[in-house]
């Protein structure tokens, strides 16, 4: 691996982002006590606006992206005609709305997907509706796709600058749209995105806007992926498709899944979303309904990845979310077949230190 530079700025003085990635680890646990004493949907939006604005200090965008960036090009990608930096990607939910898409390239992500965005502006569920479970390293969430709209997250992403980072369209209904009527809400946020964004992934599988796993029967889904597909090859540059899927499946429904991206030709699988279960769980907040996200997802995504890729005969790319909050959580979603991954909730709980050491592991292992 190329070895990290010294790096010399007015203010600081020469130092080695090496050993500053270290300080900053129990440095970070420190805070997220801190954090984790208030609401987690207030903190995540005040830790937003705290993002915003250190970026705007002078030096501090090189700064963090020499400390947590992780530069070496056997680290890069190549997946539906997408390069990718780094198989280390930031998953949809933490940056609903494009705002700080930039930003998070300086914590080390290879690509960040926005969204769920909906055709039309939402307010999402009622508050509240976000919730830690730390005895069980886990979030139970039933946000609701709140979020400003297609339109809104297209104009912001006309500000970013090129393939810095990738970028994935999450897209999905809106709330009041009957089912039966879903496929127009798709169709209307790939037009508004299509320019925006570098893939899309079509999410049926979130658990908290009602209805909308029956969106991933057999005969829903393949209408859904074809109308896109087809609205897709009206444009000069096409946009991969992929699809996002519950880690609730029973294998007959992960067959049909082979069968709908090998009939319909959509790109690829993203395994998982958040689950409706809640096996095992010790903390006081494990009756709240919602989606469970974290440690208690970890070997069912595992699971899921490994079963696509082996009965499908590894015929289509899959990337692997869910429960990934250690740096061997993400090696084995890799050697489940994963040919991506994705972090949400490992990266509330163990910060960008996580993104910085999943790629030097994965270099580590190149060099074996």
């Given amino acids: ?77 190549t997946l539906f005609g997408i390069e990718f930096p780094n198989p280390v990607g930031l998953a949809a939910g933490f940056d609903k709305n494009a705002v700080l898409f930039d930003e998070f390239y300086s914590f080390g992500f290879g690509a960040v997907e926005i969204g769920t965005v909906t055709p039309m502006p939402q307010p999402g569920n009622d508050k509240l509706r976000l919730f830690r479970l730390p005895k069980d390293q886990a979030l139970i969430n039933r946000m609701g796709f709140n979020n400003f709209g297609a339109d809104s997250a297209a104009a912001r992403l006309k500000f970013r600058k090129p393939g810095r980072p990738i970028i994935g369209g999450n897209i999905g209904k809106n709330k009041m749209t009957p089912n039966e009527d879903a496929g127009s809400d798709y169709l209307k ?94 903390d006081k907040n494990k009756s709240e309904t919602g989606g469970l996200s974290g440690a208690p997802v970890t070997q069912r995504s595992t699971e899921v990845i490994k079963y696509l890729k082996t009965k499908s005969g590894n015929a289509f790319p899959v990337i692997g979310v869910g429960g990934i909050m250690t740096v061997q959580d993400a090696l084995d979603k890799l050697d489940a077949g994963a040919d991506l991954i ?20 994965i270099l580590k292992r190149i060099k074996q």
């Fill in 1 to 77: 691996m190329a070895s990290v530079q010294k790096t010399s700025f007015f203010i600081l003085g020469t130092y080695h982002p090496e050993k500053i990635g270290y300080y900053l680890c129990p440095m970070y646990k420190l805070l997220r006590f801190f954090l984790f004493l208030v609401d987690p949907e207030k903190i995540h939006y005040f830790t937003f606006e705290c993002i915003r604005v250190a970026h705007k200090i002078p030096g501090m965008r090189k700064l963090l992206s020499s400390i947590y960036r992780v530069e070496d090009a056997r680290l890069k990608r």
């Fill in 189 to 282: 946020c790939l037009r508004s995105l299509h320019d925006s964004v570098d893939y899309f992934t079509v999410n049926v599988s979130s658990p908290n806007t009602p209805g909308l796993r029956a969106l991933q029967d057999k005969e829903p889904l393949m209408k859904i992926l074809s109308d896109l597909k087809a609205e897709n090859a009206k444009y000069q540059n096409p946009k991969p498709i992929l699809l996002k899927i519950a880690p609730d499946l029973t294998d007959e429904q992960l067959d049909d899944i082979i069968e709908i991206v090998r009939t319909t030709h959509i790109e690829g699988v993203i395994a998982s979303n958040t689950t409706i279960s809640r096996e095992g769980l010790v």
């Fill in 342 to 361: 994705q972090l949400y909730t490992g990266f509330i709980y163990a910060g960008p230190a996580l993104v910085k050491d999943i790629n030097k592991a």
